[in-house]
């Protein structure tokens, strides 16, 4: 994917309804306890950018390469994580590069 010796896993959410922000937020959290990313990062979105007020929540992640990428995505927290968030959100972008 990339000469850099890494993929970066990019993901933007947004929640259906604004007052579930937080839960989103807690329920992404919980990749940061998976063990296969070498940098993994959930952040709340600052609004700073006034063209673009879609995104609440991004989680970026570094790995290894795609094999850890994999390994990351079979991992029981990740699914923990789907469960608990993909029906309070409205809007899932991913990018891998």
């Not at 937080?22 to 940098?39: F, M, W």
């Not at 879609?54 to 390469?65: C, K, P, Q, R, S």
């Amino acid at each position: 994917m990339s000469d850099r010796g890494f993929i970066r896993h990019v993901v933007f959410f947004s929640a259906k309804d604004p007052v579930d922000r937080a839960r989103v937020y807690e329920g992404l959290s919980i990749l940061k306890q998976n063990p296969h990313a070498r940098v993994l990062e959930v952040v709340e979105n600052s609004h700073v950018d006034s063209l673009s007020g879609e995104v609440d929540v991004v989680v970026y992640g570094e790995f290894d390469d795609e094999a850890a990428l994999a390994a990351y995505k079979a991992h029981p927290l990740y699914q923990q994580s789907i469960d608990l968030v993909k029906p309070l959100r409205e809007l899932r972008i991913a990018a891998d590069f």
